[in-house]
Nanobody, 125 residues
Framework: QVHMVESGGGLVQAGGSLRLSCIAS????????MGWFRQAPGKEREFVAA????????VYADSVKGRFTISRDNAKNTVYLQMNSLKPDDTAVYYC??????????????????WGQGTQVTVSS
């Protein structure tokens, strides 16, 4: 059974930084792309960033490009989201997710079937 636990959320002032972490278990972590998504109150969940299984390819939503960085440590079964220059619009519950297919050749924004419980990020103005 796939299980993921996010951590690192909190309250930060606009312009500040946070680093989210997500530890995954249940499948061979290094075989699967990982993604970060977020859901703000009253809005649909949206894609934030993804990294491929080997860690050499990433993709970002336009709204976070240049401010957020996704990375992974396959030895620790962990994916990270470094968030800099945070804005009040970044306020949301952030979820990590794992691709359902292993060693996919093309990094996607939508093929994620396994989800963590989420961590709250609040950015004050």
């Amino acid at each position: 059974q796939v299980h993921m636990v996010e951590s690192g959320g909190g309250l930060v002032q606009a312009g500040g930084s946070l680093r989210l972490s997500c530890i995954a278990s249940g499948r061979t972590f290094s075989n699967y792309a990982m993604g970060w998504f977020r859901q703000a109150p009253g809005k649909e969940r949206e894609f934030v960033a993804a990294i491929n299984w080997s860690g050499d390819s990433t993709v970002y939503a336009d709204s976070v490009k240049g401010r957020f960085t996704i990375s992974r440590d396959n030895a620790k079964n962990t994916v990270y989201l470094q968030m800099n220059s945070l804005k009040p619009d970044d306020t949301a519950v952030y979820y990590c997710a794992q691709d359902w297919a292993g060693r996919r050749t093309v990094l996607t924004r939508s093929t994620y079937d396994y989800w963590g419980q989420g961590t709250q990020v609040t950015v004050s103005s």
